[in-house]
């Protein structure tokens, strides 16, 4: 992925929640703790190379498989808190060789379109509850025009997303929010640079 799809990327979730953000919410000063994990012993920040070796031993202890799509798509299956099993699938984005992003789906793998029971739509408020006994109960609903209603929640540079994407994948998205404003910083100061006038 290059390097403007991956800023096109970070910024399309911004919006999601700068409309009830309190300002203090980027103040990098404070020291991060755990906002900086994930899942599996994932943790934002962490790099390229941590992440391979740690997927090849939870590969080994059979907590995760290659998903679809080839060596870009982890999958890890869950039944317990499920009515159904269901499937996880995830890989980070990666900047400067270290995790900034991780895009998650859910789905259940009894999923068809005539199983209407195990649909997103079923399977939205069970992820949910799932997040909030990990990640901690303070999600909040904005309703956002193009993926509907959508929960997050900001602990220091972590901001997790969660909504339906679709009939049969629940998507969660999370974002490292220090990098994400030097991205934007970034972007910004190389858009006012080609705006600059030549002689």
Not at 13 to 33: P, R, V
Not at 112 to 134: I, S
Request: charged share 30%; glycine share 4%; hydrophobic share 35%.
């Amino acid at each position: 992925m290059n390097r403007s799809k991956i800023i096109l990327y970070a910024f399309a979730f911004i919006s999601l929640i700068l409309q009830s953000c309190n300002s203090s919410i980027f103040s990098w000063e404070d020291e991060i703790k755990e906002s900086d994990s994930l899942f599996l012993g994932i943790y934002l920040g962490m790099p390229k190379k941590d992440f391979y070796d740690l997927c090849t031993e939870l590969n080994k202890k059979q907590l995760i498989t290659q998903g679809p799509g080839g060596n870009t798509n982890v999958e890890h299956r869950m039944v317990e808190g499920y009515d159904s099993e269901v499937s996880m699938r995830f890989f980070p984005t990666f900047v400067d060789e270290k995790v900034f992003e991780m895009p998650v789906t859910y789905s259940y793998v009894a999923w068809a379109p005539w199983n209407r029971q195990f649909w997103a739509e079923n399977l939205l408020d069970k992820v949910l509850l799932k997040y909030k006994e990990t990640y901690g109960e303070d999600f909040k609903l904005i309703e956002h025009p193009i993926q509907g209603k959508v929960y997050y929640r900001i602990d220091g540079k972590r901001r997790i997303n969660i909504f339906i994407k679709d009939e049969q994948f629940v998507q969660a998205v999370f974002t490292d929010l220090k990098v994400e404003k030097r991205l934007k910083e970034e972007f910004e100061q190389s858009q006012s640079e080609k705006n600059l006038p030549t002689n």
